[in-house]
């Protein structure tokens, strides 16, 4: 009981939607601003990984073949933010305060959360190839949102990603798990939740790979049609088949409308000749 007035205190609920739970999500994070400030270890990192950000952003500008540059920029996602305008801009943002919470994991474990030892085995659920799908959609779209162009330099965020999504799945509740709840208003359960999770994981994965090879907005728009492709398998192949019948039976009914009032027409124009 106590640990979940806990879990209720500590994550938004779901119900609230997509939009309030990341409003909630975000609030709870300014306050616990405090906490980072009182662990003067963890502020120093966040602060340090900033400022080298900083350097090797304007290093690039000046030194834009610098291969030193790079490979420095690859390991602190010092690019992120750099291209494609004002949304490359934000991604890059979100990025990076991905990229700095995952580095203050790595060397502070207390700054994680702990793994729920008392979580239940994960059942066989329903629809579970659509919602890897969706979840491979979904991380395509969110890499290349979050690198700006899906360049091979900015990747290392995919790879951040790939880790931080496998930690999720160590825990009962998290952010993410409540953010893609949240579009249900709460309706799915953690369970279907997780196999998104373990999609996007996937998908992460094939935008880093993608990046060996092109850039620019191809996973926004492969993450586009996968998306849909679930969206109409978890719509049931009973209500895509009701719905395309229901569709063709329209159109016949347009068209014999269509040629009765041109039959009708031509009618009119034959008795006004006589």
Same mark, same amino acid.
Do not use: N, Y
């Given at each position: 009981m106590t640990q979940a007035i806990k879990n209720k205190i500590n994550f938004p609920d779901p119900?609230? *939607?997509? =939009? $309030? #739970?990341?409003? @909630?999500? #975000?609030? @709870?994070?300014?306050? *616990?601003i405090g906490s980072i400030i009182k662990k003067p270890k963890i502020l120093i990192t966040t602060i340090f990984i900033s400022v080298l950000q900083a350097v090797l952003s304007y290093l690039k500008i000046f030194m834009p073949f610098s291969v030193a540059v790079t490979y420095a920029s690859f390991f602190t996602f010092a690019q992120g933010g750099m291209y494609a305008g004002l949304i490359g801009a934000v991604g890059g943002i979100i990025g990076?305060?991905?990229y700095a919470w995952f580095i203050n994991t790595l060397f502070f474990p207390s700054f994680k959360n702990k793994k729920n030892k008392n979580e239940l085995k994960e059942t066989? +659920?329903? *629809? $579970? #190839? /659509? +919602?890897?799908? /969706? $979840? =491979? $959609?979904?991380?395509?779209i969110a890499y290349n949102f979050l690198t700006g162009n899906a360049s091979l330099e900015n990747s290392v965020i995919g790879i951040t990603a790939i880790a931080a999504c496998a930690r999720t799945l160590k825990k009962k509740d998290g952010f993410l798990v409540g953010f893609i709840c949240s579009f249900t208003k709460g309706r799915m359960t953690r369970g279907r939740a997780k196999k998104v999770i373990k999609g996007m994981i996937f998908g992460f994965l094939l935008g880093v790979l993608s990046s060996l090879k092109f850039k620019g907005v191809l996973c926004y728009m492969a993450g586009a049609v996968i998306i849909a492709a679930a969206s109409i398998l978890l719509m049931g192949i009973k209500r895509v088949? /009701?719905?395309? @019948? /229901? +569709? #063709?039976?329209?159109? =016949?009914?347009v068209e014999m409308t269509g040629r009765k009032h041109l039959s009708w027409q031509l009618q009119r124009h034959w008795w006004e000749k006589e």
């Open positions: 119900v609230m *939607g997509p =939009i $309030g #739970f990341t409003a @909630a999500s #975000f609030k @709870a994070a300014i306050s *616990g990076k305060g991905i066989k +659920l329903r *629809g $579970g #190839f /659509a +919602l890897l799908m /969706a $979840g =491979i $959609g979904i991380a395509l088949v /009701a719905g395309t @019948a /229901a +569709l #063709f039976i329209m159109w =016949i009914r």
